[in-house]
């Protein structure tokens, strides 16, 4: 048995779970509803309060999806119930952030701004015109607003300028020596 995927998940407090036919797990929460559509090979059921996945074969393949599709359900869970945030910082002179309606505009040094459209599902706070606090239901698509927004100018290693995640930490490079 995979050691992920044979752990059942408890449904929270105000959660409703239920699968479809067509083998889609649905979990509507306050925040939000989110679907996990599975595989044919992998399968899940709602017993005591806890949704159970469980997988037709052993192969190598398929025991790998079963811990994933567990991890998804989990993740859509915690996300429909609490949500998912990431951080943003923008380090440097006259870098900053300001969110007008359904749009992001940031200004990174180039010679022109940059506009970014604000996917459905997610929302965007700006703090301090330097601090991105990006929000949302699924884990996966935060992770991926928020990899987007640093990859308009990720950071350089020599003086660290650019947009990163406010846990990371930057491995920065000495600079030019003197010649003897």
Avoid: W
Wanted: aromatic share 4%.
């Amino acid at each position: 048995m995979s050691r992920v995927g044979k752990n059942p998940v408890t449904i929270a407090n105000g959660v409703q779970v239920s699968v479809t036919p067509s083998n889609e797990v649905v979990v509507k929460g306050p925040k939000s509803t989110l679907k996990v559509a599975m595989r044919p090979e992998i399968s899940a059921k709602i017993e005591n309060n806890q949704v159970v996945v469980t997988r037709k074969s052993d192969d190598s393949p398929v025991r790998a999806l079963h811990g994933l599709y567990r991890a998804l359900i989990q993740n859509a869970m915690t996300g429909v119930s609490q949500g998912f945030t990431r951080n943003l910082e923008l380090v440097g002179v006259g870098y900053r952030a300001a969110v007008s309606g359904k749009k992001l505009e940031l200004s990174l040094g180039y010679s022109h701004p940059i506009h970014f459209e604000i996917p459905e599902g997610i929302e965007i706070k700006v703090e301090k015109q330097t601090n991105i606090s990006v929000t949302g239901a699924s884990k996966e698509l935060v992770g991926q607003v928020a990899a987007k927004i640093r990859g308009f100018r990720p950071p350089e290693p020599y003086l660290g300028k650019g947009v990163k995640y406010s846990d990371e930490k930057l491995r920065r490079k000495e600079g030019k020596s003197a010649g003897k």
